[in-house]
């Protein structure tokens, strides 16, 4: 499985940024993908993810409201949605992929490389 994110970049506090994460290597019908991020000093966290089959989502409580994630099954892409974003948004964001639920929430077997986000003035 190979999973590359982009579309990070600098960004006011309130602004919009989509951050897409193409996947390739296997049928992902039956996987979960999405998103976690780690801020400087900070632990790795779980920000948001989508069951392929169904899109079936689910966020953290610290980004559900603000963030929308959702995938085209013709590009093989999960795509990051993230609206008023706060400075406490700025991290690295990593995308990710597992077969069940709770791996996905946890301890995805599957990773990309990060994309920079940074939320500043």
């Known amino acids: 499985v190979q999973l590359q994110a982009s579309g990070g970049g600098l960004v006011q506090p309130g602004g919009s940024l989509r951050l897409s994460c193409a996947a390739s290597?296997?049928?992902?019908?039956?996987?979960?993908m999405g998103w976690f991020r780690q801020a400087p000093g900070k632990e790795r966290e779980f920000v948001a993810a989508i069951f392929w089959k169904t899109e079936s989502s689910y966020y953290s409580d610290s980004v559900k409201d603000r963030f929308t994630i959702s995938r085209d099954r013709a590009k093989n892409t999960v795509y990051l949605q993230m609206n008023s974003l706060r400075a406490e948004d700025t991290a690295v964001y990593y995308c990710a992929a597992a077969d069940g639920i709770a791996t996905m929430r946890t301890r995805p077997p599957f990773w990309g490389q990060g994309t920079q986000v940074t939320v500043s003035s």
């Open positions: 290597g296997r049928t992902f019908t039956n996987y979960h």
